[in-house]
DNA sequence: ATGGTTGCAGCGCAA
C-alpha cells in the first residue's frame, strides 16, 4: 500500500497540479493538508474520475485536510480529541486495510507567543490520540505537515532557524516524547543520513532556485506497520512544476501482512 | 534591508 501526504496549499489552485500528480503516481491512499475550501468546494468529483473515495474536512480560507483512497475506507473520523473548543479543521482519520491513517495538519506555531502555545497544546493532544491507538494495539501511521524539523540536519540553515517555531526547543521536544511512544519516523529511519531531503521550500526568497529547504512532512507508523515499511521517499520533482505548491509529496510503501 | 512570495478574500492575515 501506498500512502502519500501532500500540503497543496489551496486545492482549488492545485488541482491541476495533484490530477496529475494521482495519474503519474496512483497512490492507493492520498492525505492533503491546507486543502483552504469548505467540503462542498472540494473537487470531489474529479478525484473520483480517478478512482478515489474522498473524505474532507474542511473549512473556510484556511486549513482544512483531505482523505482519498482507492481502497474502501472505513470509520471516518474528523478532528483530533481533547478540545472541543478547537475549531480549526487539522485532522482527519480512516482505516484502510486493517491499518488506523490519519491525516494531520500540525499548528505552524510562528506568529506570536499565543500560537506556540497552541502548537503545544495541539502537540499534547496529538501524543494523547497516538497513545490511546497504541492502547487499543491498532495498528497506525501518523502522516502529514508536522510543521516540525527534527533535527538540525532537516534545515537549510540552522542558525537562521534556531528562534522559528518548526524548530524551537520545546517543539522538537515535543516531536520527541511523540516519537519515544515507540513509533518509527518513516524517512529517517531508511535514510538516517541524507543531507538536504526537503519536503518544502518557501515562495520567498527564491528557496526552490537555491535549494534552501526544510523537512516537515513526515510519517510516523506503530511498530506493526514499521515492521512492515518498505520504502519512503520524497518527489521533489512535483515542487518544480508550474504553479507549485510550497511543498511537494512525500510517500510510503507499507508491506501486506506476511 | 523588519525585506520577500503565495493564496484567500476583498486587505490584512497566515504561512
Redesign the pocket.
Known amino acids: 500500500m501506498k500512502i502519500v501526504t501532500w500540503n497543496v ?2 486545492i ?3 488541482l491541476p497540479n495533484v490530477l496529475e500528480w494521482v495519474r503519474a503516481n496512483t497512490p492507493d491512499v492520498l492525505l492533503l493538508q491546507e486543502i ?2 469548505v467540503d462542498a468546494d472540494f473537487p470531489a468529483l474529479e478525484l473520483r474520475e480517478l478512482g478515489y473515495e474522498v473524505h474532507t474536512h474542511g473549512q ?4 482544512g485536510v483531505a482523505f482519498l483512497s482507492r481502497l474502501p475506507v472505513s470509520d471516518i473520523s474528523r478532528g483530533l480529541p481533547g478540545d472541543d473548543a478547537d475549531d480549526h479543521a487539522r485532522w482527519i482519520e480512516g482505516t484502510v486495510a486493517g491499518i488506523r491513517i490519519c491525516g494531520l495538519y500540525l ?2 506555531g ?2 506570536g507567543e499565543e ?1 506556540f502555545a497552541y502548537k503545544l497544546r495541539w502537540m499534547a493532544r496529538l501524543e494523547a490520540r497516538a497513545e490511546a491507538l497504541l492502547m487499543d494495539e491498532t495498528p497506525f501511521v501518523l502522516a502529514g505537515d508536522f510543521n516540525i524539523c527534527p533535527t538540525a540536519a532537516d534545515v537549510w540553515d540552522p542558525p537562521a532557524f534556531a528562534g522559528d517555531a518548526l524548530c524551537r526547543p520545546e517543539a522538537r521536544a515535543a516531536w520527541r516524547s511523540i516519537l519515544n511512544l515507540g513509533l518509527t519516523e518513516a524517512f529517517r529511519g531508511l535514510h538516517p543520513d541524507r543531507p538536504k531531503a526537503w519536503t518544502f521550500w ?5 528557496a526552490w532556485r537555491f535549494d534552501h529547504g526544510l523537512r516537515i512532512d513526515h510519517f510516523l507508523l506503530s511498530p506493526a506497520v514499521a515492521d512492515r515499511l518498505i520504502a519512503c521517499d520524497i518527489d521533489r520533482d512535483a515542487r518544480g512544476r508550474e ?1 507549485a505548491s510550497d511543498h511537494t509529496p512525500v510517500w510510503c510503501a507499507i508491506g501486506d501482512v506476511a
Open positions: 496549499n489551496s482549488k489552485v492545485r483552504k475550501c473556510k480560507t484556511y486549513n499548528p505552524n510562528n506568529g500560537k518557501d515562495y520567498q526568497g527564491a504553479k
